[in-house]
Structures are given as structure tokens and as C-alpha cells.
């Protein structure tokens, strides 16, 4: 399944896996590395997305022919080879040796398949290892150093995978003086925006649950999560109203055949002007990747002159500790930092007004040096937990003060009688709620927080309300949770929104049902339980570009790449289901949404399935089946996971199961669609027959 990972050592292969029955993940041997599930680790890396990049594919084809023209016969290193695409675009226009390596194993399997379907096989030498690994040498792994140097090496942070290591040591170790780098540059430009929406996915300075703050961050904010959001921008923008303020300014730049020292720490500042008043909630990161001084490949947002759509490389999203306020024609000084791994930023408002700003620049050169910072200052990370605890799709839920309102509601038609009430999801804050309720309703509160990040954030923010007298918070799990735990008297109103933070899948929030099955005896006769049922739907669609993250690759440039589609199953592998924001996406929705399966949460766990016949399903092109949960909270209030109207913005995720090949479908075209859960190990099996 998509949500493992495989840890690996000299003895045993440990695989993550999830368990939807206690909602924790747990590491699982395999001894037998044949057991392994190489193809869904294939899948799940999304390699498929990159090789169906036709403009990087096309661009980097046409850097490396130009390279190869000036420098017929040369040796070519190629760093973290993949399916061998760049090496053999190397052999094939002229290269009279290329030195491919790959660390990983599934890869190195794919590469070597691949080289031997286009006859590469004498001309590529195909080394098992990383590159900081090679040596040089009659005994080495090269025998000389090389010429040329062709790479990708680059997310969307531009050097989060380990560029600036990785090639300061093939600079000074694999290449000899004057070698050509492709790509031979990068330069990373930055723009201040204003953006409620971001602003929700960062801070919780302004919720509330019942009257109760939710801030965890205090007045001196947060520089959040250590990991860089990515987004398609221009998704957001089309609906948020998101504002530049000032021009975008290229704030970093990197020259590859000499890249700076990885153990030091670097800063450039620059001295802006803002276009427009308003508040700084963020700040956008995109890159330009220069594989020559000709061809450049770009993550740039479409107000920005942005044109290629792709996922593997978005838009870096960085957000200060604090929002700030700005004027128009304000001068202030936006400072980029970075060590070998990360880029982060400082931003001062009380730059002085006679500061000369800086014009955006189109070429590749960034004004001003970069100076050498103390080793000591690092970059900022969570101070408050609340990063560590939720990531910005939490947050963001959180910031909704109409879904918070909703389930304000639920509660006070539930709670009667000087109720006794449970909370059961990860981090949730509905026992806030329940508190806020007069005693005569709701009498004692607990909360279920056996994870202890969420215990301790839970606990910090009952304090910082005065609550801590009012909500017992429980660390033990559903499974072994006794009567006195709980006040020593019976549950009569249990709740959830589900939510947990292993959650992957929108099926997995499953884990409240066998919560409330764990703690059947503890229940009143007439306990009430919210939500109370649930429904998982289902929906086809065509999108415009998210498919090429799971459709074969078949070839690119000439080059035929079946290999990599075989040891990802080929065209025959069943696709497991992914979880997507699918508001990201141009998405188009091909039938109407059908229910596929029923909860009764009322009930104790059971198995069900069930098969919806004759879904109508065109015209257009069937990718895969969109599937979504949704909850009914009581008689009167629903809450859904799936799509918002006209797809705007939501938090939630929903899961996506492609077709492995796209489907053409008229409107004549019908699909049967299967799903069935298994109780004893909540297991969900979904298959599905498109006919033509």
C-alpha cells in the first residue's frame, strides 16, 4: 500500500505499515526481501510523474545534445541515473563513456533493464552505489574523472534532496577542472503574498471551540514545521484572492561546478519595496533550473510567466513567526538563508526608507554576495508543538469556524442530563466543546490522548484555558480503557470527528468504529454515539494532468522506458488507492456520486461489501474513481471529505484509484464498482469494470 516505508539493514527489511484497527503505525519485519512489495514501492514513488515531464524530459535532451556536440567522446558521470534516461540520451548523442550510479535498489533494477532494451548496455556502466561512495582510480570505480556531469537532483525546495553535498564532492572528487554540469545553475526567486488562506494552514492565533482559544503558538508566533508546504499556487490564487505585494526577486543563486561548502551556512539580503499594502502571511519560493546558459527548466507560478504543469517540483510555501503588516511603497529587507539541505528566510519591515530596492531579476545572476553566517544559527523550527502535532491540512480544518460551529451544535443537542461524555480522535479539541457546556448538560468530560505529543499539546492548551479541572485527558488506548478512567459511571455521549494522525486513506478515520466496539461495556444503554453513520462515495473523473503520476511511461525521448512500467507492474497492476487534495487539480467529474458502502457506528464492527452496478460514466477520459467519506454527526448535521463546489479549496484529502491506462468513455459507457471491508483487519478492497 501507499503508505508504507521500508527501512532497510544488513539482516531484515522493516516495512510501515498502518493498523486501522488501532489507528497506530507499526513496523513489520520481512525477513524474505522476495516478500517485499517492490512494485507498490515503485508506484507510491511517483517516478512516473518525472518521466512523463515531456518539458523537462525535451529540455534536458536538448542540454545534454549541445553539451555532447561540444565535447564528442567524452566521459559523462550521471548522478542518481533512475531509469538510465539521461545516460543513454548521453550515449546516444555521442558520449564515449557514461558512468550511471543509483542507490536505489528498485531503480538500479530499472536502469539496468532499461539500458539493456535500447542496446546501451556497452557503452553504460551501471554502478550500484551514491555518488559521495565512487572513487577514482586504476582500482576505483572510475578510472578517471569525468567530463561532463549530467544530474537532476532537485525538489521543490530546489536542494532539500542533497544537491549542494552532493555536488561539491563530485566538483572535487569525480570531475576533472572545468567539467560541464548539467544543469549548470540554479537561481531561486521569492515574492511576499497576502493570503488568509495560507495564513489558516500556518497559525491558530485567531480559533476557537466553544469560546476557547486554540492558540498553541502564544504572542510571539511560530516559525512552524521544520518540512516546506508545497502547493500549485496558481489553484490557490484563482479562489483565495492571494496578493503579491512586492515583484518577485531572485534572492539566491547556485553555480554547480562550484557549489558552495555544505558545512557552512549562507544569507543574502535584499532591500524591497512593497507595490501594495496589506499583510505578509507568507512568502513563495519557486526555482529556475539552468541546464546551460540557454535552457532553463522553471517551478514558476503562472502570474510569474509559469506554463508547465507538473507535481513532482511545485511551489515552496515559508511562513515567519508572526504576520506582518506593510504599506504600499514600504521598504524591507527579505534575507534568504541556507545550509546543504534547507532554505529559509527572515524578513525585516523597519528597513530604512532610503534603501535602494531590488529590481526583479529575468537572467540568472543574483546581486550582492552572500555572506558566511555563524554556524550557530540554524533554522527555525516548531516552538510550540502544534507543528510537530498537526500538519497545515489539520490547521487549516481547525481554522474553520463554520465546521467548529457545526460540531458546537451536535454537542449541545447531545449532551442532556449532566452528561458524561468521551472524545475519541488524535489532538481533537471537540472536548473543548463539551466543556463549554453548563454542568446540568455536561457533567464530566474526558478526552482519549494515548499518543503523548497529543497528550501534552491537549493538556497545554487545557491549561491555557483553565480547563484542566474540567476534562480528564486519558492516555490510555480504546482497547484497555476501564470504567474509573472515564469518572467511574458509563459514557453517554460518545464523540469524534474522526480524525487521527495516522490517518492516510479518508477509510482509515475507521479506527473510531473499533474504538467504540473496544468500549462497548462502558457505554450507557442509551449512549449516544456521534457520528453516528457514515457512507463512502464514490465518483469518476478525467483530470488534465494528475494521471501522469500513475499512467505508464511506455518511452520518452526515443528511449523505450517499459521496463520501469514492468517493474511497476505494467499496464496489468492493480492500482492501489492514493491519497490526493484533489482541489489542486483540474479535475473533471465523469458520473454522479454514488454511495458505496454504509457504516453503522450505532452497531459494533462488521464486515460489509457491496457492488453498484450501471454507474454511467462520460464522455471523456476515465482516469480513476474519486472516493471520499462522509459522516452524519446526528439526524441533522453531515460533514463530508470529498470535493467542495466548483472544487475550490478544502482541507481534506480524498483518495484517488487510477487506472494504470486512460479509458477512453462515451456517454454510453457504464462501470461496475466493487468495495468490501473486512472487520478482522480493516482491510478495504475496492475494484471497479469500466465498460466501453
Given at each position: 500500500p501507499p503508505s508504507r516505508t521500508t527501512l532497510f539493514s544488513t539482516l531484515t527489511m522493516f516495512v510501515q505499515t498502518l493498523n486501522p484497527v488501532t489507528g497506530q503505525r507499526e513496523w513489520v519485519p520481512?525477513?524474505?526481501?522476495?516478500?517485499?512489495?517492490?512494485?507498490?514501492?515503485?508506484?507510491?514513488?511517483?517516478?512516473?510523474?518525472?518521466?512523463?515531464d515531456t518539458d523537462r524530459n525535451v529540455k534536458y535532451e536538448e542540454a545534454i545534445r549541445k553539451a555532447m556536440a561540444k565535447h564528442p567522446g567524452c566521459h559523462v558521470l550521471d548522478i542518481g541515473a533512475g531509469t538510465g534516461l539521461l545516460g543513454m540520451i548521453a550515449a546516444r548523442e555521442g558520449a564515449g563513456k557514461v558512468t550511471a550510479c543509483e542507490t536505489f535498489a528498485p531503480m538500479q533494477e530499472a536502469a539496468e533493464q532499461c539500458i539493456r532494451a535500447n542496446h546501451f548496455e556497452h557503452a553504460i556502466e551501471l554502478i550500484r552505489k551514491r555518488s559521495t561512495d565512487l572513487t577514482v582510480g586504476a582500482s576505483g570505480d572510475l578510472a578517471s574523472r569525468a567530463?561532463?556531469?549530467?544530474?537532476?537532483?532537485?525538489?521543490?525546495?530546489?536542494?532539500?534532496?542533497?544537491?549542494?553535498?552532493?555536488?561539491?564532492?563530485?566538483?572535487?572528487?569525480?570531475?576533472?577542472?572545468?567539467?560541464?554540469?548539467?544543469?549548470?545553475?540554479?537561481?531561486v526567486t521569492a515574492q511576499l503574498v497576502d493570503s488568509q488562506t495560507l495564513w489558516d494552514w500556518h497559525s491558530l492565533?485567531?480559533?476557537?471551540?466553544?469560546?476557547?482559544?486554540?492558540?498553541?503558538?502564544?504572542?510571539?508566533?511560530?516559525?512552524?514545521?521544520?518540512?516546506v508546504p508545497d502547493v500549485h499556487i496558481d489553484r490557490l490564487a484563482a479562489f483565495d484572492g492571494l496578493r503579491g505585494l512586492c515583484d518577485p526577486v531572485n534572492v539566491l543563486h547556485f553555480d554547480w561546478s562550484n557549489p558552495p561548502d555544505p558545512s557552512k551556512k549562507f544569507a543574502a539580503s535584499h532591500h524591497l519595496e512593497c507595490k501594495e499594502a496589506g499583510t505578509v502571511h507568507a512568502i513563495i519560493m519557486w526555482w529556475y533550473l539552468h541546464l546551460d546558459d540557454e535552457i532553463t527548466i522553471d517551478t514558476a507560478p503562472g502570474w510569474a510567466g509559469g506554463r508547465d504543469w507538473r507535481d513532482h517540483w511545485m511551489q515552496a510555501v515559508f511562513f515567519l513567526p508572526k504576520a506582518q503588516s506593510v504599506e504600499a511603497g514600504q521598504a524591507v529587507t527579505l534575507t534568504a538563508l541556507h545550509d546543504d539541505y534547507t532554505i529559509w528566510f527572515d524578513l525585516d519591515t523597519q528597513t530604512a526608507s532610503g534603501a535602494d530596492p531590488v529590481a526583479a531579476k529575468s537572467d540568472s545572476q543574483v546581486e550582492g554576495p552572500r555572506e558566511i553566517i555563524s554556524p550557530d544559527c540554524e533554522r527555525p523550527i516548531c516552538v510550540c508543538g502544534g507543528h510537530v502535532l498537526y500538519n497545515t491540512n489539520r490547521i487549516w480544518m481547525l481554522n474553520d469556524e463554520r465546521r467548529n460551529?457545526?460540531?458546537m451544535e451536535v454537542l449541545r443537542r447531545l449532551c442532556q442530563n449532566g452528561a458524561n461524555v468521551l472524545n475519541v480522535s488524535d489532538g481533537s479539541l471537540l472536548a473543548f466543546a463539551a466543556a463549554s457546556l453548563p454542568e446540568s448538560q455536561c457533567s464530566s468530560v474526558s478526552t482519549l490522548e494515548p499518543e503523548s505529543i497529543s497528550c501534552r499539546m491537549v493538556s497545554r492548551l487545557l491549561l491555557n484555558n483553565g480547563l484542566q479541572d474540567r476534562v480528564r485527558v486519558i492516555t490510555q488506548r480504546a482497547d484497555s480503557l476501564t470504567l474509573e478512567a472515564v469518572g467511574g459511571r458509563p459514557i453517554d455521549v460518545l464523540v469524534g470527528e474522526p480524525y487521527f494522525t495516522s490517518t492516510v486513506l479518508p477509510w482509515h478515520s475507521l479506527c473510531f468504529w473499533y474504538a467504540r466496539t473496544h468500549m462497548k461495556d462502558l457505554l450507557a444503554a442509551d449512549c449516544r454515539i456521534s457520528p453516528c453513520r457514515a457512507v463512502l462515495r464514490g465518483q469518476f473523473a478525467e483530470f488534465t494532468h494528475l494521471q501522469k503520476l500513475r499512467t505508464v511511461v511506455r518511452q520518452a525521448c526515443g528511449l523505450d522506458l517499459?521496463?520501469?512500467?514492468?517493474?511497476?507492474?505494467?499496464?496489468?497492476?492493480?492500482?492501489?488507492?492514493t491519497p490526493h487534495a484533489l482541489w489542486e487539480y483540474d479535475t473533471k467529474l465523469l458520473s454522479e456520486a454514488f454511495d458505496l458502502l454504509h457504516f453503522d457506528f450505532t452497531s459494533l464492527v462488521t464486515s460489509t461489501s457491496n457492488t453498484v452496478s450501471r454507474v454511467s460514466v462520460g464522455p471523456g477520459t476515465c482516469h480513476g474513481l474519486v472516493l471520499w467519506m462522509e459522516y452524519d454527526l446526528?439526524?441533522?448535521?453531515?460533514?463530508?471529505?470529498?470535493?467542495h463546489a466548483n472544487n475550490a479549496p478544502n482541507y481534506h484529502k480524498q483518495a484517488v484509484r487510477f487506472v494504470r491506462v486512460p479509458q477512453p468513455v462515451t456517454k454510453d459507457s457504464h462501470a461496475s464498482v466493487t468495495a468490501a471491508f473486512r472487520a478482522e483487519d480493516g482491510d478495504m478492497a475496492i475494484t471497479f469494470e469500466i465498460t466501453a
Open positions: 520481512e525477513d524474505d526481501e522476495e516478500e517485499h512489495d517492490f512494485e507498490a514501492e515503485m508506484f507510491a514513488s511517483a517516478f512516473g510523474d518525472m518521466l512523463n567530463d561532463v556531469c549530467t544530474s537532476e537532483l532537485v525538489d521543490t525546495e530546489l536542494i532539500g534532496e542533497g544537491a549542494i553535498g552532493t555536488m561539491h564532492h563530485a566538483v572535487h572528487n569525480l570531475l576533472k577542472p572545468g567539467a560541464v554540469c548539467i544543469p549548470a545553475a540554479a537561481t492565533s485567531g480559533a476557537s471551540m466553544g469560546g476557547y482559544s486554540l492558540n498553541v503558538m502564544g504572542e510571539e508566533g511560530c516559525p512552524g514545521s521544520a518540512g460551529s457545526v460540531y517499459s521496463p520501469f512500467d514492468d517493474i511497476c507492474g505494467g499496464e496489468a497492476f492493480v492500482v492501489p488507492s446526528d439526524d441533522e448535521a453531515h460533514v463530508s471529505t470529498g470535493l
